[in-house]
């Protein structure tokens, strides 16, 4: 007679943090952790308040499903089939999930990822950011909800500024004290984000009461920048204004959520990070950051933080494309928008000569992505030129086929994250992304996070560029120089 053979259970696994006792699951041989409160939740008093720690539970707690998503709305068409951004609902938006080979290892590297969205979308469930890769080649991975919107950065007399950036800090804290016991180290900490995740780590960098959270940080398509309070307020009043009450938090509380974010969602739309609009910065508020980011870390801020940043090539396509500038826009307001922005003509000449059949909108992309990404963070890498900690530099460059979106904005995330197989990465990188590229780049990301060092030069006067795509990825030392001499502080 012919015996099935034995079913093996695995045993739910079991951490006790902090706050109490935390179950997860076991899947495909990574142990996972989801929705983990590192903060109570911000409802009620605690709306417009700085993070608090969570309330302490008795028993087991079950972490295996995503937590509470941040109060936002989706992307607006078309964006909204490219960017997938999950709503789950619930008040305790502020949770974060644990990535781990198993509940038993020990001292592992920790990468702790701030999800973008422009401030006002995403979370810590969007499928492309799902950590079973690094975990399953020995790094800890932790993703965070923050809060977003008016709630995260609205600039208000009566609310601690930053309120989002002090979740993200509250997350740090709790990684620092609880991540041992899902087997990372505390001491081998990588903050990475991309485009808002990264500003904000751009941000946290500056701050002096991040020093220590973490030794190593990675910023994907976004750079070091913030407003003044003044010029950081004029979306939270124009928000107010539409809803017929005071721009303060104890006004705006009183508000139903649906229609505070009604009323937001139409103050800020019809902008994207390149053409501007209304939108939420974070704003240099005297206490959390003192001064400028950009120019703190060019001072020496962070000099003991090694650093891997870059942007993707065509960055400017996610925006442009989808919403038909990159066609439509003519010769006219190219030069409009040329001289709002001080661009000289010999540099447009310089592009229009590297690129003799582009259309004045995506000459235009193409300034603006060089403009807001390339020139500030090569001029951050040459700040940092002979610091204490290291500086990488990368490009990321394969074409999507999608649209004809190219290397745009965002489309890296898959690759670092050796996630597309997921159908939510898909929908930017089509079915047929070269895995080969993501394998090397998803390297790249674990030995920096591992050791500091990607497997490229570091930084110095010959400016080596690793490129992912199009082709093999390889070294480029000072890419399309003759481009970026014609920007500030860089022209001869």
Same mark, same amino acid.
């Given at each position: 007679m012919?015996?099935? =053979?034995?079913?093996?259970?695995?045993? =739910?696994? @079991?951490?006790?943090t902090?706050?109490?006792? !935390?179950?997860?699951?076991?899947?495909?041989?990574?142990?996972?952790?989801?929705?983990?409160?590192?903060?109570?939740?911000? !409802?009620?008093?605690?709306?417009?308040?700085?993070?608090?720690?969570?309330?302490?539970?008795?028993?087991? %707690?079950?972490?295996?499903a995503?937590?509470?998503t941040?109060?936002?709305?989706?992307?607006?068409?078309?964006?909204?089939r490219?960017?997938?951004d999950?709503?789950?609902?619930g008040d305790?938006?502020?949770? @974060?999930?644990? &990535?781990?080979?198993?509940?038993?290892?020990?001292?592992?590297?920790v990468?702790?990822?701030?999800?973008?969205?422009?401030?006002?979308?995403?979370?810590?469930?969007?499928?492309?950011?799902?950590?079973?890769?690094?975990?399953r080649?020995?790094? !800890?991975?932790?993703?965070?909800?923050?809060?977003?919107?008016?709630?995260?950065?609205?600039?208000?007399?009566?609310?601690?500024?930053?309120?989002?950036?002090? /979740?993200?800090?509250?997350?740090?804290? &709790?990684?620092?004290?609880?991540?041992? #016991?899902f087997?990372?180290d505390?001491?081998?900490?990588?903050?990475a984000?991309?485009?808002?995740?990264? !500003?904000?780590?751009?941000? *946290?960098?500056?701050?002096?009461? +991040?020093?220590?959270?973490?030794?190593?940080?990675?910023l994907?398509?976004?750079?070091?920048?913030?407003?003044? $309070?003044?010029?950081?307020?004029?979306?939270?009043e124009?928000?107010?204004? %539409?809803?017929?009450?005071?721009?303060?938090?104890?006004?705006?509380?009183?508000?139903?959520?649906?229609?505070?974010? /009604?009323?937001?969602?139409g103050?800020?739309?019809?902008? +994207?990070?390149l053409?501007?609009?209304n939108?939420f910065?974070?704003?240099?508020?005297?206490?959390?950051?003192?001064?400028?980011?950009?120019?703190? @870390?060019?001072?020496?801020?962070a000099?003991?933080?090694d650093l @891997?940043?870059? #942007?993707?090539?065509?960055?400017y396509?996610?925006?442009?494309?989808p919403s038909?500038?990159?066609?439509?826009l003519?010769?006219?307001?190219?030069?409009?928008?040329?001289?709002?922005?001080?661009?000289?003509?010999?540099?447009?000449?310089?592009?229009?000569?590297?690129?003799?059949?582009a259309?004045?909108?995506?000459?235009?992309?193409?300034?603006?992505t060089?403009? *807001?990404?390339?020139?500030?963070l090569?001029?951050l890498? /040459?700040g940092?030129?002979?610091?204490?900690a290291?500086?990488?530099?990368?490009?990321?460059?394969?074409?999507?086929?999608?649209?004809?979106?190219? #290397?745009?904005?965002?489309?890296?995330?898959?690759f670092?994250?050796?996630?597309?197989?997921?159908?939510?990465?898909?929908a930017l990188t089509?079915?047929d992304?070269?895995?080969?590229?993501?394998?090397?780049?998803?390297?790249? &990301?674990?030995?920096?996070?591992?050791s500091?060092?990607p497997?490229?030069?570091?930084? /110095?006067?010959?400016?080596?560029?690793?490129?992912?795509? $199009?082709?093999?990825? +390889?070294?480029?030392?000072?890419?399309?120089?003759?481009?970026?001499?014609? &920007?500030?502080?860089?022209?001869?």
């Amino acid at each position: 007679m012919r015996t099935m =053979p034995e079913t093996r259970v695995e045993t =739910p696994p @079991l951490v006790a943090t902090a706050h109490g006792t !935390v179950r997860g699951t076991v899947e495909r041989g990574v142990t996972v952790f989801r929705g983990i409160p590192y903060a109570a939740a911000p !409802v009620g008093a605690r709306r417009f308040r700085a993070p608090e720690p969570p309330e302490p539970w008795e028993g087991i %707690r079950d972490a295996v499903a995503f937590g509470p998503t941040a109060p936002k709305r989706g992307y607006a068409p078309p964006l909204d089939r490219l960017l997938p951004d999950p709503e789950v609902a619930g008040d305790g938006c502020l949770n @974060l999930n644990v &990535w781990t080979p198993s509940a038993g290892a020990r001292g592992l590297p920790v990468l702790v990822w701030i999800h973008g969205g422009s401030l006002l979308h995403g979370s810590s469930a969007v499928p492309v950011y799902d950590g079973a890769a690094f975990a399953r080649d020995g790094v !800890v991975l932790v993703s965070v909800n923050y809060r977003l919107g008016i709630e995260g950065f609205g600039v208000l007399p009566d609310a601690p500024a930053n309120r989002g950036l002090l /979740d993200q800090l509250a997350a740090l804290e &709790w990684v620092r004290d609880n991540i041992a #016991a899902f087997g990372g180290d505390p001491d081998r900490v990588t903050a990475a984000g991309e485009s808002a995740g990264a !500003v904000s780590i751009g941000a *946290l960098l500056a701050a002096p009461r +991040s020093a220590g959270l973490f030794r190593r940080a990675v910023l994907q398509s976004g750079r070091p920048t913030a407003l003044s $309070p003044e010029a950081g307020r004029r979306t939270t009043e124009l928000i107010a204004r %539409r809803l017929g009450v005071p721009a303060t938090a104890v006004a705006l509380a009183a508000v139903d959520p649906g229609r505070l974010l /009604d009323a937001q969602t139409g103050v800020t739309s019809g902008g +994207s990070p390149l053409t501007g609009g209304n939108s939420f910065q974070i704003v240099v508020d005297g206490a959390l950051l003192p001064r400028d980011p950009a120019e703190a @870390l060019l001072d020496g801020a962070a000099h003991d933080v090694d650093l @891997l940043m870059g #942007a993707n090539s065509e960055e400017y396509r996610l925006w442009f494309v989808p919403s038909g500038l990159t066609t439509t826009l003519g010769r006219l307001r190219l030069r409009l928008a040329l001289r709002k922005f001080g661009v000289p003509g010999a540099t447009l000449r310089t592009y229009r000569g590297n690129r003799p059949r582009a259309t004045p909108g995506e000459l235009l992309g193409a300034l603006a992505t060089d403009l *807001l990404l390339r020139v500030p963070l090569n001029r951050l890498a /040459d700040g940092r030129t002979g610091a204490r900690a290291a500086t990488h530099v990368y490009e990321f460059g394969w074409p999507s086929p999608v649209q004809r979106l190219g #290397a745009c904005h965002a489309l890296e995330i898959g690759f670092v994250f050796d996630t597309l197989d997921r159908p939510g990465t898909m929908a930017l990188t089509g079915p047929d992304a070269p895995q080969g590229l993501a394998d090397a780049m998803h390297r790249a &990301w674990v030995r920096f996070a591992a050791s500091g060092d990607p497997g490229w030069p570091v930084w /110095d006067a010959t400016r080596p560029v690793m490129t992912f795509g $199009p082709g093999e990825p +390889s070294v480029v030392l000072a890419p399309r120089q003759d481009e970026l001499c014609g &920007w500030d502080p860089y022209r001869r």
